[in-house]
């Protein structure tokens, strides 16, 4: 029974020096590149076409989910208690012997909205273009002496 010394650790110069690649290895790793360069544009091609499928399939969707709903407007509009109920609320058409009432304004003084007051009644125009001022401005300032230190 003899204990064995556990192997000693390679360098990795010397691990890397113990690779030999034959010409067939060589050829392999070579159409293995140029198979990955030709098949990259396919498949990003193939991704960029599989999105636009999907979004069109999504504004189909959408454009089915529209068409439903003007079908059921156009099915509400067809009926006549409907029509009657639209002029009663939209242009206020009333039947013989009812009296219309119009509530213009429910609201409290206090709760009603108050108008912004204007800031002012006339307008002022500026003596000076402000790309003008802000030109002399920077001039101004680098052309300025520097500040003494506080003390």
């Known amino acids: 029974m003899g204990t064995s010394a556990p192997p000693s650790r390679a360098s990795a110069s010397e691990w890397l020096g113990g690779i030999r690649f034959s010409g067939f290895t060589v050829i ?3 159409v293995i590149v140029f198979a990955a360069f030709m098949l990259v544009p ?10 636009k499928i999907a979004a069109l399939e999504d504004s189909v969707r959408v454009t089915q989910s529209e068409i439903a709903e003007l079908e059921a407007e156009q099915e509400r509009w067809g009926d006549e208690a409907y029509i009657a109920a639209q002029a009663r609320e939209r242009l206020y058409y009333t039947k013989p012997g009812e009296v219309p009432y119009l509530i213009v304004n429910d609201l409290d003084a206090s709760e009603q ?5 204007p800031v002012s009644d006339e307008v002022e125009e500026a003596d000076d273009e402000w790309a003008g001022s802000l030109l002399r401005s920077l ?3 680098g052309m300025a002496e520097r500040a003494a230190p506080a003390e």
Do not use: H, K
């Open 42 to 51: 396919t498949i990003s091609t193939f991704v960029d076409q599989r999105q």
């Open 113 to 117: 909205p108050r108008d912004a007051e």
């Open 139 to 141: 001039t101004e300032a």
């Open 28 to 30: 392999i790793l070579g």
